[in-house]
């Protein structure tokens, strides 16, 4: 019998030898297309604005079914889509920020889409504004400080990064990994920019500093925040830690701690002049998927205003759309600076060194 | 010849199950990284935390091993000797943390560890490691002790089922007159020399055994050392983490090489360990006679104090996480007044599917479908593999015997990052459209829960006495009425428990680490939990939400484990 089941098993393999090892790595971008259905996949990580009753209203109103593959982050979007390439199993990315795009483009996997967009601020246009990717929030990633515990230790707000190596900042700040993190990525980057404007270090060596200094390197924004960082909601769940004093959030974290706080924060987003980042997170189409019109019917559904306007209290991000703003309520706005100088760094460059940088950044924290 | 026709295609559709994804992916990211699996693990130390999680994953996962023997045994022989009331529901009490989704167990500890929690107000910090702890971390000299203990206290609660499953039947199903003849011989009149020259010869195999299992499950941890110990790493969670960029050519070939070299060298690891327990379980089988387990519990009586209140507080052991989840479920903190209240918000707001893709009832509905659909699968599968090893036994060739053994538990030895990889690229080459079929979870599922359900039936086909087929060839009985009217009904309580725990299994498999994982018509309890788990937690519901149906879930689990056990005979020892 084992005989028998060898001989099935090979038999069974056979027909699968010709399907290893002929894989290609790059050419040139040839836009593919797949049959319409009436159904929509969009590949994502957890978009906390699509709840069941969204996503069943445009159900009801386009006919379109949703079926979502759900990665950790924006890295993770990114992976599947380069790993299926060859096959793209979703029609719509959803959340690949503008430190991945450019990636996603030079690799051929998105394809223009066909929606009629309404009036899009500027802001959230000016990283990229071509028709293979649409914004559809964004938000300033900075340093967040709990201030209460500064307070209590006669420690002012730190207005320089390199202040952070210093002895009192020693095991007090907690940055999530940049090779693993979407946020992460984003300050890393904005760090780059920030001590080639100083030219007296560059920021690698600043990071090496942080690493000696007992800085606390986590694989995701969550680990940073909820179990490390003090300032903020964090410290209401099981297993907080609260070692640190500092972290990467984005600028506007404060206001939504205050939002659900009843206008009570002692989390401070820091505006230091070129260590913040404009994160913008793009909705595109994927190269070889089908369903171009369920695609530009969603993305047009995205950008409506009753959806986009309420990125605020139900994404915590910026709406894209222009003449929108964060809510006044419960200090939401008033907690929520909008860095004065964020980084300029070119998506172009982001695409061209961010291997380099990472490898630069785990060599000098010797972190993941 | 039919019938053996008939038995190869499960087997060997099984072994392709798990021949197949694992040889794309080793295909893939031996093109990706331009090296052999073998020399990819001497590259493991070119990885920043490479080193460090290979010597924690060693030295974890022996100690927690060990650490579990030595609270597990005890318990183990408190259930074999003695009359217990509501025995089943003890012994599924204690099984219930092994297939608790590790998400929800990690929560259910924090819960326990936190500051104000049950072990804080005893004076043990495991979190912040001050007072105690703090002053035994210094002394030890070891970082993050506090956070290693907890971890290691983590693998305990999660496999004691593991020592209890082993060891128990063994203990309850012993012949009393064995003891009671060796302890009128001169070295049998101390307790120590007992235990020496009786006890162990007796359990040694059977205790051997649930330690390498603890030690497997332990080496391949990664929820709990995420969430306990955030600062360490095991290969599977370096691999876990890191894995989502792995296998694609000209970007990030350092994570390819992790993985090639971190799966190799733990897919051997654990398939040495896997072929050492097979080797045991198989001479335990032929060892000794054994008696019912009423016989003997009947003979040793009732319980003293001592072994009430040792079962008393592993029961509580058991459960104090899971009580503390139902409660996390309706205790809501008030962010605007600093304080918490007491409240159904968070069941109500799970039930309407408020915030998730899916609904508690249809995430339910889902789970029930891919449980059951997983029950036929690898009970069907797990079989016939069975048979098959039985045959070879049979049929005196034990190595390959051993060899379609060790293979047949291979899916437990093969890391979650390797096979996600493997069924991804395996079904994007050979049949796309399987991606968006309904029942594609089953699969994983399956691959998961036939090991067990092997590890279940094959002792139970070696202990069926050979008399009975011969009687029914006799009698002039077919193949198919002997397997009928003979083997099916001697087989029925092991069955039972091998449905039980498929579905149990699959009730609690996450699997997000096995297949593109998709979300909306396909959630199940499991991935709904995570999807709650994994947002941020601004809103004072999340979390209690998460814990409600992290609630519905165990409850489901645990009435399989109610049922299972009212069938579950103690012969032998196994899982």
């Not at chain 1, 205003?305 to 709406?319: A, L």
């Not at chain 2, 009730?507 to 709904?528: C, H, N, Q, Y």
């Amino acid at each position: 019998m084992i005989r028998c089941s060898l001989i099935l098993s090979v038999l069974l393999f056979a027909p699968l030898s010709g399907c290893l090892s002929q894989y290609t790595i790059a050419d040139e971008c040839v836009i593919r297309t797949s049959a319409d259905d009436k159904t929509l996949t969009i590949v994502t990580y957890d978009i906390i604005a699509l709840s069941d009753e969204v996503l069943q209203e445009f159900t009801n109103s386009t006919g379109y079914q949703i079926e979502m593959i759900r990665t950790d982050d924006a890295g993770g979007i990114l992976e599947q889509l380069l790993l299926t390439k060859e096959a793209p199993q979703a029609d719509l990315a959803l959340g690949l920020d503008n430190t991945y795009l450019q990636t996603a483009l030079e690799n051929c996997l998105l394809a223009p889409h066909s929606a009629s967009l309404p009036n899009i601020n500027p802001q959230a246009l000016a990283p990229y504004s071509g028709d293979m990717a649409v914004p559809f929030d964004h938000g300033y990633v900075c340093l967040n400080v709990d201030t209460q515990a500064l307070e209590e230790n006669n420690m002012t707000v730190p207005t320089t990064l390199e202040e952070l190596t210093g002895e009192q900042w020693k095991g007090k700040t907690a940055f999530p990994s940049p090779t693993t993190s979407s946020p992460g990525r984003a300050f890393m980057t904005a760090t780059i920019d920030y001590f080639e404007r100083q030219n007296e270090m560059n920021a690698m060596e600043w990071w090496e500093d942080m690493a000696e200094n007992d800085a606390i390197f986590t694989t995701g924004w969550s680990e940073a925040y909820e179990i490390h960082y003090s300032g903020g909601y964090g410290v209401w769940e099981e297993g907080h830690i609260g070692d640190a004093w500092l972290t990467v959030s984005y600028c506007h974290s404060p206001g939504v701690e205050a939002f659900f706080g009843g206008n009570s924060t002692i989390s401070q987003a820091i505006d230091i002049d070129y260590a913040s980042f404009h994160q913008v997170e793009y909705a595109a189409k994927v190269n070889g998927g089908g369903s171009a019109s369920a695609v530009d019917a969603f993305i047009a559904f995205l950008l409506s205003d009753q959806i986009n306007s309420n990125m605020p209290e139900n994404n915590y991000m910026y709406s894209v759309l222009e003449g929108q703003d964060l809510p006044e309520t419960d200090g939401y706005r008033h907690h929520s600076p909008v860095p004065s100088l964020p980084s300029e760094i070119s998506t172009e460059r982001i695409d061209e060194e961010m291997e380099d940088w990472l490898m630069d950044w785990r060599q000098a924290t010797r972190a993941l | 010849m039919k019938a053996t026709l008939g038995r190869s295609v499960p087997v060997a559709l099984y072994l392709s199950m798990i021949l197949v994804p694992l040889l794309f992916a080793v295909d893939r990211l031996v093109f990706v990284t331009g090296m052999n699996p073998f020399q990819a693990i001497l590259h493991l130390d070119e990885h920043p935390l490479g080193t460090d999680a290979i010597t924690f994953t060693f030295a974890q996962a022996i100690l927690s091993a060990l650490l579990t023997l030595i609270l597990g045994l005890p318990i183990a022989w408190w259930l074999g000797r003695y009359e217990w009331k509501r025995i089943g529901i003890i012994r599924a009490a204690l099984t219930l943390p092994f297939v608790t989704p590790t998400v929800v167990a990690a929560m259910g500890f924090l819960a326990l560890i936190k500051e104000g929690g049950l072990l804080y107000s005893m004076g043990i910090d495991l979190r912040h490691e001050t007072g105690l702890i703090g002053e035994l971390s210094s002394m030890i000299g070891i970082e993050y002790s506090g956070h290693i203990i907890a971890l290691l206290l983590a693998h305990v609660w999660f496999n004691l089922a593991l020592v209890i499953r082993f060891v128990e039947p063994k203990i309850s199903t012993l012949p009393p007159r064995y003891e009671d003849a060796f302890r009128m011989l001169p070295a049998g009149h101390s307790r120590w020399n007992r235990a020496l020259y009786f006890w162990w010869p007796m359990l040694k195999t059977s205790i051997l055994s649930a330690f390498v299992f603890t030690f497997i499950f332990s080496f391949t941890s990664f929820a709990l050392v995420r969430w306990l110990a955030p600062n360490m790493w095991t290969l599977e969670a370096l691999m876990a983490v890191e894995g989502g960029a792995a296998g694609i050519p000209g970007y990030r070939v350092d994570v390819s090489q992790l993985v090639l070299g971190g799966a190799t060298l733990q897919g051997l690891v654990l398939l040495g360990a896997l072929a050492l327990a097979g080797r045991w379980q198989r001479q335990q089988s032929n060892e000794i006679e054994l008696v019912s387990e009423g016989y003997l519990r009947g003979y040793t009586g009732t319980p003293g104090k001592g072994a009430r209140l040792g079962i008393f507080a592993a029961t509580v052991f058991a459960l104090a996480p899971l009580v503390l989840m139902v409660f996390s479920s309706i205790r809501i903190r008030d962010r605007t007044s600093d304080s918490y209240r007491w409240s159904f918000d968070a069941w109500d707001r799970a039930f309407k599917g408020d915030l998730t893709y899916a609904s508690v009832p249809e995430a339910l509905t889902n789970s029930l479908a891919y449980a059951f659909g997983c029950l036929v699968l690898s009970c069907l599968l797990g079989f016939f593999v069975a048979q098959t090893i039985h045959a070879l036994e049979e049929q005196n060739k034990t190595r390959l015997a051993q060899f379609v053994d060790v293979l047949s538990m291979l899916p437990l030895a093969l890391s979650g990052v390797m096979v996600g990889l493997g069924v991804l690229l395996g079904i994007l080459k050979i049949w796309p459209v399987m991606f968006s079929w309904y029942a594609l979870p089953i699969l994983p599922h399956a691959m998961l829960t036939t090991p067990f359900v092997v590890r279940l039936l094959l002792p139970a086909m070696r202990e069926i006495d050979s008399d009975y087929d011969d009687a029914g060839r006799i009698l002039g009985y077919s193949a198919y009425q002997r397997f009928v009217r003979i083997k099916l009904p001697l087989l029925k309580p092991q069955l039972v428990v091998a449905a039980a725990l498929s579905m149990a299994f699959s009730l609690g498999e996450f699997g997000a680490s096995w297949i593109l994982l998709r979300s909306g018509a396909w959630d199940t309890l499991p991935v709904l939990v995570d999807q709650v788990m994994s947002r941020p937690k601004y809103f004072e519901l999340v979390e209690p939400i998460a814990m409600a149906i992290a609630t519905v879930l165990m409850c489901m689990t645990f009435l399989l484990f109610v049922i299972a056990e009212r069938f579950r005979t103690h012969q032998g020892g196994g899982f």
